[in-house]
T-cell receptor
Framework: QKEVEQNSGPLSVPEGAIASLNCTYS??????FFWYRQYSGKSPELIMF????GDKEDGRFTAQLNKASQYVSLLIRDSQPSDSATYLC??????????FGTGTQLKVEL | DAMVIQNPRYQVTQFGKPVTLSCSQT?????MYWYQQKSSQAPKLLFH???????NEADTPDNFQSRRPNTSFCFLDIRSPGLGDAAMYLC????????????????FGSGTQLSVL
């Protein structure tokens, strides 16, 4: 079983809609979770991180963590064409390593 | 100001010809990572340094080596590149001396896109 699973997409949403991205993980020892955005040919950039169960909001972005169900999600409100990118979920299970999912490609259409 | 700098941005090498990718950082972070990312795949950790301690991933091929001569610099050496080694190579750093809210945040460089002919 893959450690971090994401739907590869593409996920298409109209401009102004809410985009919902999901990620499931297998290691119950996971402590911290991250969402990175990656534009084509560029390096990943951190969008959000979350440690505790529940929701964490930052501007148009909300991360949701449910440790019992082993999933983490990212909501993007008022989606903009500039949000079109691949979104990588990552988890840190202690130590110094982050494990990445394969990413979900998001397309925001005009 | 760039904090994690990778050179070159694009690298073309020949099959079997050794190549070195470089990474430098101005953050004084004690952890440095090398990830390999192929098209439409997740970044895959090759190895990382915690200060001078080298940590190799079990499935990293012997063809890949790394050096960290000081805190600021880290190199990735590919001894005999094959066609399957063509990928984006990402260097990242992390400062474990920071507060808990930032201590697991990775700072990525812009990456080096390696082509093997």
């Amino acid at each position: 079983q893959k450690e971090v699973e994401q739907n590869s997409g593409p996920l298409s949403v109209p401009e102004g809609a809410i985009a919902s991205l999901n990620c499931t993980y297998s290691d119950r020892g996971s402590q911290s979770f991250f969402w990175y955005r990656q534009y084509s040919g560029k390096s990943p950039e951190l969008i959000m991180f979350i440690y505790s169960n529940g929701d964490k909001e930052d501007g148009r972005f909300t991360a949701q963590l449910n440790k019992a169900s082993q999933y983490v999600s990212l909501l993007i409100r008022d989606s903009q064409p500039s949000d079109s990118a691949t979104y990588l979920c990552a988890w840190g299970g202690g130590g110094n390593k982050l494990t990445f999912g394969t990413g979900t490609q998001l397309k925001v259409e005009l | 100001d760039a904090m994690v700098i990778q050179n070159p941005r694009y690298q073309v090498t020949q099959f079997g010809k050794p190549v070195t990718l470089s990474c430098s950082q101005t953050l004084n972070h004690n952890v440095m990572y090398w990830y390999q990312q192929k098209s439409s795949q997740a970044p895959k950790l090759l190895f990382h340094y915690y200060d001078k301690d080298f940590n190799n991933e079990a499935d990293t091929p012997d063809n890949f080596q790394s050096r960290r001569p000081n805190t600021s610099f880290c190199f990735l050496d590919i001894r005999s590149p094959g066609l399957g080694d063509a990928a984006m190579y990402l260097c990242a750093t992390r400062g474990l001396r920071d507060s808990r809210t930032t201590n697991e945040k990775l700072f990525f460089g812009s990456g080096t896109q390696l082509s093997v002919l």
